[in-house]
């Protein structure tokens, strides 16, 4: 039921309803309160929706206590979080004390929900199939810290997203999501040579992981370097032909060269293809016949 529950919410999610994706998940997590699956599509949800700051209370509330658990039952020390926010740290990180931060953000449309964020198949099963191991705890714990880091990074909170990273390497040091996650904080820190080289890393530990191949194919753009731009983004969408972001990119690509009619193409096919894509794929969906 959970599944089912699950699947409706990403297909409203796919239709820019994203109150009414929330809404469903928030109504079924009411009978499956542990659900991770649930859980992770709420923050997502909630952070476009509501905004980041709304999306991180929930983390403070839920997932952090979810990994406690996960970990064995031990709450977790203060200095484990160290340096996060004096709000995170303190315990008084409440929705009231980040008000004017939620009133400031304009909620973003499902096309910018996604936009170089969460990894195109689920977190766990990316590690697992990393590491060779089967579905366990770590994992989990893994993915909930993904998730938090990603809010993270979404708010502008780079020390806070990459102390949550090396969680995650903790836990599996040679994932490749590790570096294309340390790709995106070197990016919006502005170090984007070393940026590349950490998106040149995951691709080299997992070739067909999708959101590398486009965040090094966009870098390119902005390095000035078409031929491997182009190179990245289209071996994107090979991988993954309903790749929005990769097409997208594309288009930039061809509109900087003057090919106009490249250009357009790509833009429809990214069009056409974010206006159906949920917030999180439908491959997370976890069926049991």
Not at 256 to 275: D, I, P, V, W, Y
């Amino acid at each position: 039921m959970a599944d089912i529950a699950h699947l409706l919410a990403l297909l409203f999610s796919a239709q820019h309803k994203g109150e009414e994706a929330l809404s469903i998940v928030e109504l079924y997590l009411i009978d499956y309160p542990d659900n991770l699956n649930l859980l992770i599509t709420r923050v997502l949800l909630e952070r476009v929706v509501d905004g980041p700051a709304k999306a991180l209370v929930t983390c403070k509330e839920v997932l952090i206590p979810l990994i406690e658990r996960l970990s064995g039952g031990m709450p977790r020390d203060d200095q484990t979080f160290l340096p996060y926010s004096d709000q995170w740290t303190s315990g008084k990180f409440q929705l009231t004390q980040w008000s004017d931060r939620v009133s400031t953000h304009t909620t973003a449309s499902f096309s910018g929900s996604t936009m170089g964020t969460l990894p195109a198949e689920s977190i766990s099963e990316s590690i697992d199939s990393a590491v060779g191991c089967d579905q366990s705890n770590w994992g989990a714990q893994a993915e909930v810290w993904y998730t938090i880091a990603d809010v993270f990074l979404s708010d502008g909170m780079l020390p806070d997203s990459q102390k949550c990273v090396d969680e995650v390497r903790q836990l599996f040091p040679l994932s490749h999501l590790v570096s294309y996650m340390n790709g995106r904080i070197r990016e919006a820190e502005g170090q984007l040579d070393e940026a590349e080289q950490q998106y040149i890393n995951s691709v080299t530990l997992s070739p067909r992981h999708v959101p590398s191949l486009v965040a090094l194919g966009r870098l390119q753009i902005d390095l000035g370097k078409p031929l491997l731009a182009e190179h990245y983004l289209t071996e994107a969408t090979k991988a993954k032909p309903d790749q929005f972001e990769a097409w997208h990119h594309l288009g930039v690509l061809h509109q900087g060269q003057e090919n106009h009619q490249q250009a357009t193409e790509c833009f429809l096919t990214s069009l056409r293809f974010e206006s159906t894509s949920p917030i999180r794929p439908y491959t997370v969906l976890q069926w049991k016949i």
